[in-house]
C-alpha cells in the first residue's frame, strides 16, 4: 500500500466504511518496514478525530463463554441503536506462528450485521492476552465511529491482564463452581475487574452459579481497588440463554458515564496512553538494536552463545555485551 491510499483510507474509515477499516487494520498489523511508514500517515490523519467509544475487555478462563457473551451483548447494544465493534485475539502457533482466527465463526450474527464489526487478530509473540496492535485498532473503530468496542483477551490460561491497560472496563468471566480459579489468576487483573460475571447459571448449574457469585462477592469486598471506590459487581449469568445480560449492559453503560462525568476516565486514559508511549519506545529500541544484529552483530552473537553454552558466561552477561557493541557501532562513531 502506498501512501497516496492511506491518504485514501482515512475519510474511508471516518465515512464508516468496515472495508476501509479491515484494511487499515490489516495495515497496521503488518511487519513491512514501508506498511509501517503508511500507518503513522493513517494515523496522522486520524489523530485530531477524539475517540468516544465505550471500550469494554472481556477475559476470563478458557470455555467461560466469553465469545458467546460478547455476540449477545452486542446484539443488545445494536438494539439500543449503538454501533458494535469487536476486536478478538486468538492464540498463535509458537511453532509455526499461525493462528486459527476462529473467533469470527462464533459471533456469525453480530459479524453480519451492518451496523456491527468483528475482527479476529492473531496474538503472535505479545503476551497479557492482547495483540501487539490492539490499541491502534482500537483508535481505529473509534474513528469508524463505532460507539461500543469489545476486546476478547485469548484466553489460554492464566486470566490476561494487559486488556485493563487498553480498556475503559473490565469483564472477569468465570464458571460455576470455579473456587480454585482466583488462586490461578494474577493479583492484577482481579484488582482492574469491574465486573465478575459467573457463566451458565442455567439449567442444573444455576444454584451452583448463585452460589458461587454469592461466594465471590464476600471475596471482592476484602479486595482494594487500585483506583477509585467502585465495588466489584459480580453476577450470575447465562450467555447461552441471554439472562441478565441487559443489566450487564446497562451496568457498563452507568459506570462509563459514571466515570466520564467525575474525571476517572480522563486520567484511566491519559494513563494509558504514557504506558503506551513507553512500550513503543521499548519496541522502537528492540527493533533498532535487534536490526543490527544481521548488520554488525552476527559473529559477535555466535561467539558469545558459544560462551554461555560453554559455561564461561551468563546469559545476563552475555546480552549487555551484546547490547553495548550494537551501541557502539551504531554511536560510536558519533562520540
Known amino acids: 500500500m502506498r501512501s497516496l491510499q492511506s491518504n485514501l483510507l482515512a475519510p474511508a474509515i471516518q465515512g464508516g466504511d468496515r472495508t476501509a477499516l479491515a484494511r487499515a487494520i490489516t495495515l497496521v498489523e503488518s511487519q513491512l518496514t514501508s506498511d509501517r511508514r503508511d500507518t503513522e500517515i493513517l494515523f496522522e490523519q486520524l489523530l485530531p478525530v477524539k475517540g468516544d467509544s465505550v471500550r469494554i475487555g472481556v477475559t476470563g478462563v478458557p470455555g467461560a463463554g466469553k465469545s458467546t457473551l460478547i ?21 498463535s502457533s509458537q511453532q509455526s506462528g499461525g493462528s486459527i482466527l476462529a473467533d469470527k465463526t462464533r459471533m456469525t450474527r453480530l459479524a453480519g450485521h451492518p451496523q456491527a464489526f468483528v475482527r479476529p487478530s492473531p496474538a503472535g509473540n505479545a503476551r497479557g492476552g492482547v495483540a501487539t496492535r490492539t490499541r491502534e485498532c482500537i483508535y481505529l473503530c473509534e474513528a469508524a465511529g463505532f460507539d461500543l468496542v469489545f476486546v476478547e483477551t485469548v484466553g489460554v490460561g492464566q486470566v490476561e491482564l494487559a486488556v485493563a491497560g487498553i480498556t475503559d472496563i473490565v469483564l472477569l468471566m468465570l464458571l460455576p463452581g470455579g473456587g480454585d480459579e482466583l488462586q490461578k489468576m494474577k493479583s492484577g487483573v482481579i484488582e482492574s475487574a469491574d465486573f465478575l460475571l459467573i457463566n451458565k447459571a442455567d439449567r442444573e448449574m444455576r444454584d451452583v452459579a448463585l452460589s458461587t457469585a454469592s461466594d465471590y462477592q464476600q471475596v471482592f469486598r476484602l479486595i482494594r481497588r487500585p483506583r477509585g471506590n467502585d465495588i ?22 452507568h459506570l462509563y458515564q459514571k466515570r466520564c462525568e467525575s474525571g476517572e476516565l480522563s486520567s484511566r486514559r491519559e494513563d494509558q496512553t504514557k504506558a503506551w508511549l513507553w512500550q513503543s519506545i521499548k519496541e522502537t529500541l528492540e527493533e533498532s538494536i535487534l536490526g543490527d544484529l544481521s548488520d554488525v552483530g552476527t559473529g559477535t552473537m555466535a561467539r558469545l552463545e558459544k560462551d554461555v553454552v560453554d559455561g564461561r558466561m551468563t546469559a545476563s552477561v552475555a546480552a549487555r555485551h551484546f547490547i553495548d557493541h550494537c551501541l557502539e557501532y551504531r554511536f560510536g562513531e558519533n562520540r
Not at 455476540?71 to 492464540?91: N, R, S
Not at 450470575?236 to 451496568?251: H, P, T, Y
Request: aromatic content about 2%; cysteine-free.
Open 71 to 91: 455476540e449477545q451483548l452486542g446484539i443488545q447494544a445494536l438494539g439500543m441503536g449503538y454501533k458494535v465493534a469487536v476486536l478478538t485475539v486468538d492464540p
Open 232 to 253: 466489584v459487581d459480580v453476577l450470575a449469568i447465562s450467555a447461552l440463554e441471554n439472562q441478565g445480560l441487559r443489566d450487564v449492559l446497562q451496568k457498563v453503560i
